[in-house]
């Protein structure tokens, strides 16, 4: 109680419940009519919206032909809430229903989607955003959800379903159609908006430049900045998040560098005066600091074409592991400070992402850096994560390059 007195949360929790159906969806997407995967008839799935402090009540209706799990990324939930098969509880078979409870600590840009085949069914859609409001969020006109997506399509345009061994010795299922997928479609000149930036591509990094916005970027994985920073491009892996709070002067396009693409748009009707006040920090979320000294792990990423052999029976491997070892990276004691070294021995990016927990990013002089859940790992770099692990329970650890996982580039963590 005092924690949540201190959150400046309700003593109260309220409830808020939803019902997720995944299943076969019909919609349009590079101007082709495209049978898909998503939730409720929609695609994507529909935005969860609650507040911190809340209790999430879920009930997912398993629509599909095949089993389906439903993991609600970048969320400290308990173990046994968090959708992975194997670690937390077992495929929700077709027909069949799953009841998620578990409550909201933090505010911030999530997103969940489904960790059965990830590969494949979120390739196809079977993701949604879920927003989660501040207890006094930021003064703003307009709050948009933006996930980047890309499809892999055939010579017709429609969603290719071959999967070669090819998508998964590389960089992985690149799509040749992305789409930026925003929640609202006009704005005002003068307006301040809140822009939700979410990866749900399985494979792909976006090198993202947004024109038509003054700004600032205030959160990173749902976790809030100390101090608002200024941007120009920015970088987002599969996975990672990025919220940005700024005043729109132009239409606001959404490009991608590395292609030269631009891969939305928000039009801008009608103006309104200019805000004058500075962009705030967004108030903290009550996360645990590091204490007592450090646990050691090291984490060697291997494999991939061109790569040197290794002891894993996949494309891919963890230290000489792929899949699941037996044993985890990490045993140890609930609120325990581990230091992971990543080394990325591979010819291609990974991007690191830890269940039920965020983590440090430390720079090259040591410091703590940004505090997120996923981290890029650039090919043949290295980078060192702190974390306390303070939730209990099996957690997975492994690339969100989700074609790199299917192929064996996954562990897992057990906090006791």
Known sequence: MAAIAAAGMPSVAAAQNFVLRPE?????????????????????GPE??????????????????????????????????????????DVIPPGSNHDYR???????????HSHYLSYDQVSRGLFGPLIIDEQQPPDVDNDITVQLFDMLTDESGVYDE?????????????????????????VQLGDRVRLRLINPSIDRVYDLRINGIEGTIVALDGMPLEQPRPFEDIILAPGQRCD???????????????????????????????????????PPNPMPQPKGREVRARLLMQGGAGGAKHGGFGTWALNDVSGLPREPLLNVRRGTTARISLYNATAFDHVMHLHGHHFWEISKNGEPG?????????????????????????????????????????TWLRVG
Not at 24 to 43: A, D, I
Not at 55 to 84: A, F, K, S, T
Not at 370 to 385: N, P
């Open 48 to 89: 969860l919206r609650a507040g911190q402090g809340d209790n999430l009540r879920v009930r997912v209706e398993n629509g599909l032909q095949d089993g389906v799990l439903v993991h609600w990324h970048g969320l400290r939930l308990p173990n046994r809430m968090d959708g992975v098969n194997v670690l937390t509880q």
């Open 370 to 410: 940004d505090y997120r859940d996923g981290t890029l790992v650039r090919a043949g770099a290295a980078r060192d994560i702190l974390c306390v692990l303070d939730n209990p329970g099996n957690w997975m650890f492994h690339c969100h390059m989700l074609s790199h996982q299917a192929d064996g580039m996954a």
């Open 162 to 186: 071959d999967t070669g061994a090819e998508q998964f010795v590389a960089a992985g299922r690149i799509g040749n159609v992305m789409t930026a997928v925003v929640s609202r479609e006009t």
């Open 24 to 44: 076969p969806v019909m919609t349009t997407l590079g101007g082709v009519r495209q049978e898909l995967l998503g939730f409720n008839g929609s695609w994507p």
């Open 244 to 282: 940005v709070i700024g005043d729109v002067s132009d239409e606001i396009a959404f490009a991608d560098d590395d292609t030269g693409q631009t891969i939305g748009r928000i039009a801008a009707h009608g103006q309104r005066q200019h805000r004058t006040t500075a962009i705030p920090a967004l």
């Open 102 to 112: 578990f409550p909201l600590p933090d505010s911030g840009t999530f997103w969940y």
